[in-house]
């Protein structure tokens, strides 16, 4: 059974501080992973890809890859109140398999 | 609106009625994807279908559920016999190639189905 693990939270951050986000997998031939963004009663949207060990930053969000570790993170610099929502982490192998999510709260 | 669209957004049904939840896909994507999510949990994988074919079933529950994509026309999941239990928010997901490794899924905005 193919598994997606993360701390379901919350986690709380002050406001401009990092915010980080982990998630580990237990398939080592998965290929791709996302990081989504869910607000209460909305539907996730696609905030990072990663595919290749080591980091990739795009503006406030970094997310990093260590395949041998089987783990993938995402920080989050100079948190903002809207970032708070619950962030799912996914794998894709054969089929995208969803964590079932970290609750994020930033402290204004 | 290009994205993936989903209707209705809530719909109610009382036991043992049928729900008809529909998906039309992002323009130009033949992938598309069934999730389920009830409170407080993550996104549960139900099937993956693309036109006229349904690719992995395997997070189907064998009775009173059914999905297709027609040639023409939305992706229908189909809930026979609702009971309590199925009530939850029903995601679609499309994308536009499975094969290719770098083709993330983009979500349409859910059905809130509830059950009286």
């Known amino acids: 059974q193919k598994e997606v693990e993360q701390n379901s939270g919350p986690l709380s951050v002050p406001e401009g501080a990092i915010a980080s986000l982990n998630c580990t997998y237990s398939d080592r031939g998965s290929q791709s992973f996302f990081w989504y963004r869910q607000y209460s009663g909305k539907s996730p949207e696609l905030i990072m890809s990663?595919?290749?060990?080591g980091d990739k930053e795009d503006g406030r969000f970094t997310a990093q890859l260590n395949k041998a570790s089987q783990y993938v993170s995402l920080l989050i610099r100079d948190s903002q109140p809207s970032d708070s929502a619950t962030y799912l982490c996914?794998?894709?192998?054969?089929?995208?398999?969803f964590g079932k999510g970290t609750r994020l709260h930033i402290l204004p | 609106n290009a994205g993936v669209m989903q209707n209705p957004r809530h719909l109610v049904r009382r036991r043992g009625q049928e729900a008809r939840l529909r998906c039309s896909p992002m323009k130009g994507h033949s992938h598309v994807y069934w999730y389920r999510q009830l409170p407080e949990e993550g996104l549960k994988f139900m099937v993956y279908l693309q036109k006229e074919n349904i690719i992995d079933e395997s997070g189907m529950p064998k009775e009173r559920f059914s999905a297709e994509f027609p040639k023409e026309g939305p992706s229908i999941l189909r809930i026979q016999q609702v009971v309590r239990g199925d009530s939850a928010a029903y995601f679609c997901?499309?994308?536009?190639?499975?094969?290719?490794?770098?083709?993330?899924?983009?979500f349409g905005d859910g059905t809130r189905l509830s059950i009286l």
């Open positions: 996914a794998v894709k192998d054969d089929k995208i398999i």
């Open positions: 997901a499309s994308s536009a190639a499975f094969t290719a490794r770098n083709q993330p899924q983009h």
């Open positions: 990663i595919y290749s060990n």
